[in-house]
């Protein structure tokens, strides 16, 4: 592209009412120019530029003071390139704001100045035309002009976005062919990179600063990006309800980390065209974690139905066969073979982007598309227990004092405390006599329970399994109880507290629904 500097034709263009014609002095400016071929990457140009060897000469024009404008020409051939315009007027310098206006007393840091002119950059006429500030006679130099053709059409683009971290997969960009029209999109995967269709490239997520290459010439004015980015916003800790400190810088809390264990989890489906009685269907893969057969409205078949094979990944149907559900409604439509694999592994590394590293490799062939992770809270070896077992004279009004111990005891050793995992709960309880064989069975969470005597084994119903809480033997009591005799125990169940913490990131709502799925896994003896 030619560049033009120190170089004008000064034209006298003023207007038939200028007032003092005698007092302007005329020079112009003189040319060698040549005529070549150029050829460039994005497409062919004629240019015309000054040979190095031509002597340089300047035109110059002295006025006095008036109400006519001051016009000439910056070059004998146009265009020139917005923004590239620098004149010496006098002793100042003016700058093209690249908006067609010539600016007096510039500041290059606020990029603010005074319009003193304008500047047509097809013809490259400069009219100045603001005569406040404006000198009665100056000498215009130009200083920078950069000429050529229109160069809006580019293959590779380095720039920032306007704000930054950047969302993993949220960076987008198109652009159109500058010769066909064609769209050209790419998208930035979790690490940044670029891809699409005729365009690549790389995102720094962190800083925004992109770059994007093209696999053919675009329009400059056509390329556009999208992305989306996280602030950071100060948050109350009394409406937050724990203290900001506490969470990362950016406010993204993992969900898995390094040393966590991990489930993987695959559900597939298979239609089965007319099942019978007997038939073993298979399911294609083994080392199934579940496997069963649902009609189309989701009910299942009956367990009385069907057994199944995990290890070898089959299911064969009972003979004779009711395609019924457990409450004996009949399965309707369309039947499926619901088979489900679940691996368990250790999590070596995970990234903020969603990455995350096994410690080995995985058995099944998991799509990617469609499996799940999740993560696995490890709450090691559980069993229910009785323990702080105590009787007291009198009540102690609460569940954790002390008082007199009683004569009368219940032997533990020949008659423990039965507890099963399955009607356990973890709570502390009071057993207080109304008389000598009759009591009151109280929970600390639960109020009072039930009522029970020693003449019988004692085995409150947990509602919620329909299975006791716990059995004590009559025969355990012995004699010597007492009115207002008190005994209190503890008990634990096969289980472990959880918090479920859910949060919700301000903005509409994405989806109708949402749903958290929580599965209880173990080896059970």
């Known amino acids: 592209?030619?560049?033009?500097?120190?170089h004008a034709a000064i034209q006298n263009q003023n207007s038939s009412n200028n007032t003092n014609p005698s007092n302007i002095t005329y020079n112009a400016a003189a040319y060698t120019t040549e005529t070549g071929t150029e050829e460039l990457a994005a497409q062919s140009q004629t240019v015309r530029y000054q040979l190095a060897t031509a002597t340089q000469q300047s035109g110059s024009t002295s006025r006095t003071a008036s109400q006519a404008p001051w016009q000439f020409t910056l070059a004998p051939l146009g265009p020139i390139l917005p923004g590239s315009v620098i004149l010496q007027v006098g002793s100042e310098i003016w700058y093209d704001d690249g908006d067609g206006r010539l600016l007096r007393n510039y500041n290059p840091e606020t990029g603010t100045g005074t319009a003193q002119?304008?500047?047509?950059?097809?013809?490259?006429?400069v009219v100045i035309d603001h005569y406040d500030g404006r000198p009665t006679s100056a000498t215009i130099t130009p200083l920078a002009i950069l000429v050529g053709e229109d160069w809006s059409i580019l293959k590779k683009a380095d720039f920032r976005t306007?704000?930054?971290?950047?969302?993993?997969?949220?960076?987008?960009?198109?652009?159109?062919?500058?010769?066909?029209?064609?769209q050209y999109t790419g998208q930035a995967d979790n690490q940044g990179d670029i891809t699409g269709a005729g365009v690549s490239g790389n995102v720094?997520?962190?800083?925004?600063?992109?770059?994007?290459?093209?696999?053919?010439?675009?329009?400059?004015?056509?390329?556009?990006y999208n992305a989306v980015s996280f602030k950071q916003i100060p948050?109350?800790?009394?409406?937050?309800?724990?203290?900001?400190v506490r969470l990362p810088a950016d406010g993204r809390v993992p969900i898995m980390r390094d040393a966590d264990i991990l489930v993987l989890t695959h559900t597939a489906r298979d239609n089965v065209a007319t099942p019978s009685a007997g038939d073993t269907l298979n399911a294609g893969r083994d080392r199934l974690h579940d496997i069963w057969l649902e009609d189309e409205n989701g009910s299942r078949l009956a367990a009385a139905q069907y057994t199944t094979d995990k290890e070898a990944g089959t299911l064969t149907l009972a003979d004779p066969l009711s395609l019924e559900d457990e409450d004996s409604t009949a399965l309707v439509g369309q039947l499926t073979l619901v088979h489900r694999v679940d691996e368990m592994a250790l999590c070596t590394e995970a990234r903020i982007d969603g990455t995350l590293q096994l410690a080995q490799p995985l058995y099944h062939d998991l799509p990617a598309g469609d499996t799940w992770v999740a993560s696995a809270v490890y709450l090691g070896s559980l069993r229910a227990r009785v323990r702080n077992w105590a009787s007291y004279t009198t009540d102690p009004n609460d569940y954790d004092g002390e008082g007199t111990n009683t004569s009368a005891q219940y032997n533990l050793v020949a008659y423990p405390i039965a507890i099963d995992n399955r009607g356990s709960v973890p709570d502390r309880?009071?057993?207080?006599?109304?008389?000598?064989?009759?009591?009151?069975?109280?929970?600390?969470?639960?109020?009072?329970?039930?009522?029970?005597?020693?003449?019988?084994?004692?085995?409150?119903?947990?509602p919620q399994t329909g299975t006791p809480y716990f059995t004590i033997e009559a025969d355990g009591w012995g004699s010597g109880w007492q009115v207002g005799n008190t005994v209190r125990f503890d008990t634990d169940a096969a289980a472990a507290p959880l918090w479920l913490i859910r949060t919700v990131l301000p903005g509409l709502a994405q989806v109708d629904d949402d749903e958290l799925k929580i599965e209880l896994r173990g080896d059970h003896n």
């Open 429 to 462: 309880w009071k057993i207080r006599f109304t008389s000598s064989t009759a009591f009151e069975l109280y929970s600390e969470t639960r109020g009072l329970v039930s009522t029970g005597s020693t003449a019988a084994p004692f085995s409150p119903t947990n």
């Open 162 to 182: 306007s704000a930054a971290p950047l969302r993993p997969n949220g960076f987008t960009i198109r652009a159109d062919d500058w010769e066909t029209g064609s």
């Open 117 to 125: 002119g304008t500047i047509d950059y097809e013809s490259t006429e």
């Open 204 to 224: 720094d997520l962190q800083k925004g600063i992109a770059t994007v290459t093209f696999n053919q010439p675009v329009q400059a004015a056509s390329v556009f």
């Open 1 to 6: 592209m030619p560049v033009y500097t120190n």
């Open 235 to 244: 948050l109350d800790p009394a409406i937050l309800g724990l203290d900001p």
